[in-house]
């Protein structure tokens, strides 16, 4: 049985994405609903993996996701992001599906195991990908599920092929040139499924997520994005910054993200950063 918020939740939801309903069919199961949710969502909730990176696997139950990402005014991985907007859509009545891809988008010539989840979304009038959560390269919108056709989102433009095997493989165009994302079936997953690979990601020695900070959003015009310590915003232009210290950090975390950091976290952080370099070059 799918997860759903209570009535004052939702309304909490709302007001962390800045999503204003102008009228009662705007909190209906409607397409319309799920664009306007979805532009919102990664543009006020970032991706970030601070707990995995500090030692700690993040709680995949609603309400430790729930108080996170809304009351806590956090971020989180693909789970996290991806439980929760699945949650609200079931409240509004859509009919969601839990999904698992095999990433590409770092190695697409690697079988990775499947540590990505999206979402499945059905609406009067279509059926759709539904995605909040894939670091630097989060859908911002959903896709309608046809494959081979180009679909433009307020970013790039994306698509959907069917391969072998009867998977199916998400791409993005960058320029002239199209770059796989993930690779995915159809078959539903369950809450037992995503507990192993969340304590897979950010448990596994050599998980990204346990080694490097990855911290994206996708706001209108530009993706931002932080990779350890270097800082990128790409739109029409793109440009790099090397974050110095742990005070950069912070600063760039906050103003940048809108993540604001307890304590020494910033420190603790930098010396993680920079003793898994160390490692590598050593």
């Known amino acids: 049985m799918n997860q759903t ?20 069919k705007s909190q209906q199961a409607t397409s319309e609903t799920l ?42 991985y693909c789970y996290e992001h991806n439980l929760l907007f699945r949650a609200v859509l079931d409240t509004l009545g859509f009919e969601t599906t839990g999904l698992a891809a095999r990433v590409l ?54 698509r959907l092929d069917l391969i072998e095997r009867g998977d199916f493989m998400l791409q993005v165009k960058l320029g002239d040139t199209w770059r796989p994302i993930y690779r995915f079936d159809l078959e539903p997953q369950f809450p037992s499924d995503y507990a192993i690979a969340n304590h897979y990601v950010s448990t596994y020695p050599d998980s990204i997520f346990v080694n490097h900070l990855v911290v994206a959003r996708v706001v209108p015009g530009e993706r931002q994005t932080l ?23 912070r600063s760039v975390l906050q ?23 160390t490692s590598i070059t050593s």
């Open 105 to 158: 988008w770092n190695d697409p010539a690697a079988m990775a195991p499947r540590t990505h989840m999206m979402l499945l979304v059905e609406t009067p009038d279509d059926t759709w990908l539904a995605d909040v959560g894939f670091g630097s390269m989060t859908l911002s919108a959903p896709l309608q599920f046809d494959a081979g056709r180009q679909q433009a989102t307020p970013h790039e433009p994306f």
């Open 35 to 76: 664009h306007a949710l979805h532009r919102l969502h990664p543009q006020t909730i970032p991706f970030e993996n601070l707990d995995s990176l500090l030692g700690r696997t993040p709680s995949l139950d609603l309400a430790s996701v729930f108080a996170k990402l809304v009351s806590a005014r956090r971020g989180g």
């Open 227 to 249: 990779y350890d310590m270097t800082l990128t915003q790409r739109g029409e232009t793109e440009s790099r910054r090397e974050l110095a210290n742990p005070a950069e950090l």
């Open 5 to 24: 918020l209570s009535p004052a939740q939702l309304a909490a939801y709302f007001d962390r994405i800045g999503y204003v309903a102008p009228d009662r």
């Open 255 to 277: 103003d940048v993200f809108g993540l604001t950091l307890a304590g020494n976290k910033a420190d603790a952080l930098v010396e993680r950063i920079a003793r898994v370099s």
